[in-house]
């Protein structure tokens, strides 16, 4: 089956703690996003990638770090320097370059620093 | 840069009933496609309908049609005959050149 994979589902993180959250995809497309969501917030971008080794911040990339070594996967790690970590992240890609395409996301990661 | 505005954090209906979510939104890209997503209790983000800036035609889905008017930076998402299974939060975005611009969500309750 042809889709996006996240893991783990649910995550803990102590304070002061990196933590990677993975994303693959197997549906050969060449972008590849990051959101968050926060309650009343929306979907806000964090990192996006159009093609393998070149990545772009989005709106909120401060404390996250993102790699695109491979086009099935696209890792997010959250580092201790941002600030309020907890909440709901999602990965998507899409088919091409640019935002005029369907965007298929995967199931999520909820994380919680404790 | 893009902006999206959905001014109603809550909308009902009763089931079999039209409802109709707002969405504003602006853009300084001229060639840009706008997009209603569906994010159910599950959390999983569902595309319900996609719409091209530059096609006068409003999309159509089955139950589902959008009402854009492209001068008022309008992009309206009417759901006919509602089914329990339409609860859920729906986002309007704004796709262009680099990013997807999401609005703050319409949380829709379907009453029995």
């Known amino acids: 089956d042809g889709g996006i994979t996240q893991s783990p589902k649910y995550l803990f993180r102590k304070e002061g703690q990196n933590v990677t959250l993975s994303c693959e995809q197997n549906?050969?497309?060449?972008?590849m996003y990051w959101y968050r969501q926060d309650p009343g917030q929306g979907l806000r971008l964090i990192y996006y990638s159009q093609i393998v080794n070149d990545f772009q911040k989005g709106d909120i990339a401060e404390g996250y770090s993102v790699s695109r070594e491979k086009k099935e996967s696209f890792p997010l790690t959250v580092t201790s320097a941002q600030k309020n970590p907890t909440a709901f992240y999602l990965c998507a890609s899409s088919i091409g370059r640019g935002a005029y395409n369907e965007q298929f996301f995967g199931p999520g990661t909820r994380l919680t620093v404790l | 840069a893009q902006t999206v505005t959905q001014s109603q954090p809550e909308m009902s209906v009763q089931e079999a009933e039209t409802v109709t979510l707002s969405c504003t939104y602006d853009?300084?890209?001229?060639?840009?496609?706008l997009f209603w997503y569906k994010q159910p209790p599950s959390r999983q983000m569902i595309l319900v309908i996609r719409?091209?800036?530059?096609?006068?035609q409003n999309a159509t889905e089955n139950r589902f049609s959008v009402n854009f008017q492209k001068a008022a930076k309008s992009f309206s998402l009417k759901i006919s005959d509602s089914q329990l299974g339409d609860a859920a939060m729906y986002f309007c975005a704004c796709g262009g050149s680099e990013k997807l611009v999401f609005g703050k969500g319409t949380k829709l309750t379907v009453n029995p």
């Open positions: 853009t300084s890209e001229s060639d840009y496609y």
């Open positions: 549906l050969n497309h060449d972008a």
């Open positions: 719409q091209e800036a530059y096609k006068q």
